[in-house]
T-cell receptor
């Protein structure tokens, strides 16, 4: 599996945007970029995914670099409920079914 | 309604015992998974079943035996429990089409082996 690199932790103030970077310099053309998050004492939950174009949904936005070697998850207005570990994961089109989680980024939101 | 449910939520047992964790999904998904999250919080895939057939076994000791009686259930049976088995176990499911799958995770079962 292609590897991803994320900062260990980030802090944000409530109602401010949070930009979570992910480096994936060995990404292949058939790899989708997925983001999941895990709130304290809960199972992971899907956030967003993309291939080449930027993506928006109700939870977040995903900005993908033109060379696809990095991406940024954007939480537009952080709330206390967004405090979680965020995982950036690459999944190959037509590949196996597993998600390979790294260490993720622990996001702390200050009130 | 809970999409992916697991029982029990907590399980405390002695070394050497045999225990089972049950998982059920009501999403109509074809694929189910078991993940293990250790004390360092790393999540690792253990097994994946598609339409009741095993498709991934990530070099898990054969003391761990998943069983899928039907598409909606994937149970995990563990024989001869060891201290190192203490972890949180997550079940997940997805409507797998090989690329864009959103996996739905259960709330986890915290297993403590004494």
């Amino acid at each position: 599996d292609a590897k991803t690199t994320q900062p260990n932790s980030m802090e944000s103030n409530e109602e401010e945007p949070v930009h979570l970077p992910c480096n994936h310099s060995t990404i292949s053309g058939t790899d989708y970029i997925h983001w999941y998050r895990q709130l304290p004492s809960q199972g992971p939950e899907y956030v967003i995914h993309g291939l080449t174009s930027n993506v928006n949904n109700r939870m977040a936005s995903l900005a993908i670099a033109e060379d696809r070697k990095s991406s940024t998850l954007i939480l537009h207005r952080a709330t206390l409920r967004d405090a979680a570990v965020y995982y950036c994961i690459l999944r190959e089109v037509g590949g196996d079914y597993k998600l390979s989680f790294g260490a993720g980024t622990t996001v702390t939101v200050r009130a | 309604d809970t999409a992916v449910s697991q029982t029990p939520k907590y399980l405390v047992t002695q070394m050497g015992n045999d225990k089972s964790i049950k998982c059920e999904q009501n999403l109509g998904h074809d694929t189910m998974y078991w993940y293990k999250q250790d004390s360092k919080k790393f999540l690792k895939i253990m097994f994946s079943y598609n339409n009741k057939e095993l498709i991934i076994n990530e070099t898990v000791p054969n003391r761990f035996s998943p069983k899928s009686p039907d598409k909606a259930h994937l149970n995990l049976h563990i024989n001869s429990l060891e201290l190192g088995d203490s972890a949180v176990y997550f079940c997940a499911s997805s409507q797998e089409i090989g690329w864009i799958n959103e996996q739905f995770f259960g709330p986890g079962t915290r297993l403590t082996v004494l």
